[in-house]
């Protein structure tokens, strides 16, 4: 349900409500028609406070939402980064062990 609908909703709930208490009650007419006209504008302002209400819920949800991708997405990179370093590392260390190797075997076909 899109948010512009919920004042008319909320007012058009409340007037069906008062229109079935008259008319069940067999209230006059001129009567009846004054406790709808207070009753709609009375509901429609209470509709577009809850309006506001429920956008304002909704849009902390959605900023709630966007942070917590956010920060994943960056904890996501950050392991990245770590497991790239980690591979470089390990790269440095083989290749440190084969120039020691081949270092030792100058140095044995020297002697």
């Known amino acids: ?6 004042p008319a909703a909320i007012t058009l709930l409340a007037g069906f409500v008062v229109c079935l208490t008259c008319i069940l009650n067999k209230l006059d ?13 009375i509901f429609y302002i209470i509709g577009l406070i809850a309006k506001k209400v429920i956008m304002k819920v909704v849009e902390e949800a959605r900023a709630a939402i966007a942070e917590e991708e956010r920060l994943a997405k960056e904890e996501a990179e950050k392991e990245q980064e770590e497991a790239e370093k980690e591979q470089e590392e390990q790269s440095e260390d083989a290749s440190d062990n084969t120039n020691e190797e081949n270092s030792e075997e100058t140095t044995e076909n020297e002697i």
């Open 1 to 6: 349900m899109q948010e512009r609908y919920i």
């Open 29 to 41: 007419v001129v009567f009846s028609l004054t406790v709808l006209l207070i009753t709609l504008i």
